[in-house]
């Protein structure tokens, strides 16, 4: 989507959500809604459909409200655009669902729809990525690791594969993602580093989560770049797609794909020898923490503050950092020698 596409696009959606529910003053905090007393409601909000990451973190919220017996439902736009969640979003207020939990596509074109609903009394957390620039208008994050660190290890895993050096790309989400565009900005910051001056960064590809259009770009840059030796893609969708444009294009051992994937999705082409090691965390992990913070968010149990702690269930304690940001758990990198023992 073009960047006057966007403008576009998130003033309709600030009109219309004036139009819904009545002009609104501008807030700079997160209404704070009177405790629920009946059945909570939660529907979480992923970024598309058909991803089986977001799957991994509906199972984990299913787990969660099985266990704290919540009402959960999920709702999801056909495709990754800017825009496409705010309808939903809408249409859960007007259900009356108490928290909504959502990985937004787009921190910016989403502000006016969930300051509109904090204002309705519904409490909204961000999962697995953050608004960013725009924190203050959701309640808390609950991200699957430490973003921060997460560009830099990125930069490794795929350095050690090409032995530092020589030509490699970029093949993300959509240009809007904020978690990508923040690890993205990570690893260019890890590749100044003396360690990595022999690698060249040639292009950064976006396959907007949809998995036709992700092995294109991953087919074309391997047309553009004879010389590549590297395709690096921190989303799920992009690294199977690269897989898949690599073992096709009778490519694999010369050009190395590594990024972030889930095991089930790449234990084929771990198993064959097209990707040697990838990374992840578990998904459905951080969706299960996520139910029990919405669910004590609705409560009134759990008040967000950096360094304050809960009890995620057989996650255990959770503590809030900077900006009520949780950091769920550590990276893992997965290879042919321990792949068969996760399923996921």
Same mark, same amino acid.
């Given at each position: 989507?073009?960047?006057?596409?966007?403008?576009?696009?998130a *003033?309709a959606? *600030?009109?219309?959500t004036?139009f819904?529910?009545?002009?609104?003053?501008?807030t700079?905090?997160?209404?704070?809604?009177? /405790?629920?007393?009946?059945? $909570?409601?939660?529907?979480?909000?992923?970024?598309?459909?058909?991803?089986?990451?977001?799957?991994a973190?509906?199972?984990?919220?299913?787990?969660?409200?099985?266990?704290?017996?919540?009402? #959960?439902? %999920?709702?999801?736009? *056909?495709?990754?655009?800017? &825009?496409?969640?705010i309808?939903?979003?809408?249409?859960q207020?007007?259900?009356? $669902?108490?928290?909504?939990?959502?990985?937004?596509?787009?921190? %910016?074109?989403?502000?006016?729809a969930?300051?509109?609903?904090?204002? @309705?009394?519904?409490?909204?957390?961000?999962?697995?990525?953050?608004?960013?620039?725009?924190?203050?208008l959701?309640?808390?994050?609950?991200?699957?690791?430490?973003?921060?660190?997460?560009?830099?290890?990125?930069?490794?895993?795929?350095? +050690?594969?090409?032995? #530092?050096t020589?030509?490699?790309?970029?093949?993300?989400?959509t240009?809007?993602?904020?978690?990508?565009?923040?690890?993205?900005?990570?690893?260019?910051?890890?590749?100044?580093?003396?360690?990595?001056?022999?690698? @060249?960064?040639?292009?950064?590809?976006?396959?907007?989560?949809? /998995?036709?259009?992700?092995l294109?770009?991953?087919?074309?840059?391997? &047309?553009?770049?004879p010389?590549?030796k590297?395709?690096?893609?921190?989303?799920?969708?992009g690294?199977?797609?690269?897989?898949?444009?690599?073992e096709?294009?009778?490519?694999?051992g010369?050009?190395?794909?590594?990024?972030?994937?889930?095991?089930n999705?790449m234990?084929?082409?771990?198993?064959?020898?097209?990707?040697?090691?990838?990374?992840?965390?578990?998904?459905a992990?951080?969706? #299960? &923490?996520?139910?029990?913070?919405?669910?004590?968010?609705?409560?009134?149990?759990i008040?967000p503050?950096?360094g304050? +702690?809960?009890?995620?269930? &057989? %996650?255990?304690?959770?503590v809030?950092?900077?900006?009520?940001v949780?950091?769920?758990?550590?990276?893992?990198?997965?290879?042919?020698?321990?792949?068969?023992?996760?399923?996921?």
């Amino acid at each position: 989507m073009s960047l006057n596409r966007m403008v576009i696009a998130a *003033a309709a959606a *600030a009109a219309m959500t004036a139009f819904l529910w009545g002009c609104k003053p501008k807030t700079t905090a997160v209404t704070v809604a009177a /405790p629920v007393t009946g059945t $909570v409601r939660v529907c979480y909000i992923p970024k598309n459909t058909g991803n089986p990451y977001f799957d991994a973190v509906n199972n984990g919220f299913t787990q969660a409200s099985s266990a704290l017996h919540f009402k #959960y439902t %999920e709702q999801a736009p *056909a495709t990754a655009d800017a &825009t496409d969640q705010i309808p939903i979003i809408q249409q859960q207020v007007q259900d009356g $669902v108490n928290v909504i939990a959502i990985s937004p596509n787009s921190p %910016e074109a989403l502000d006016p729809a969930i300051r509109a609903a904090e204002q @309705h009394g519904v409490r909204v957390i961000t999962i697995d990525a953050d608004l960013t620039g725009s924190e203050q208008l959701r309640s808390a994050c609950v991200l699957p690791t430490d973003f921060n660190k997460l560009g830099a290890s990125q930069i490794e895993l795929i350095g +050690s594969l090409m032995g #530092y050096t020589g030509d490699f790309a970029i093949l993300s989400a959509t240009t809007d993602a904020p978690n990508q565009n923040a690890w993205i900005a990570g690893m260019k910051v890890a590749l100044k580093l003396p360690k990595y001056a022999g690698m @060249h960064l040639v292009e950064i590809a976006y396959g907007n989560d949809d /998995p036709q259009k992700s092995l294109l770009e991953a087919q074309s840059l391997m &047309t553009k770049y004879p010389h590549l030796k590297g395709i690096l893609s921190p989303t799920t969708v992009g690294i199977a797609a690269a897989a898949q444009a690599v073992e096709t294009g009778g490519a694999a051992g010369k050009v190395q794909v590594t990024g972030l994937g889930t095991p089930n999705q790449m234990r084929r082409f771990v198993l064959d020898g097209t990707v040697k090691k990838f990374a992840l965390w578990d998904p459905a992990q951080m969706g #299960y &923490t996520a139910g029990y913070l919405a669910y004590g968010l609705a409560r009134g149990t759990i008040h967000p503050a950096a360094g304050v +702690s809960f009890t995620a269930g &057989t %996650e255990g304690i959770r503590v809030f950092g900077t900006n009520n940001v949780i950091s769920n758990g550590p990276l893992m990198v997965f290879n042919k020698s321990n792949i068969g023992q996760y399923h996921f």
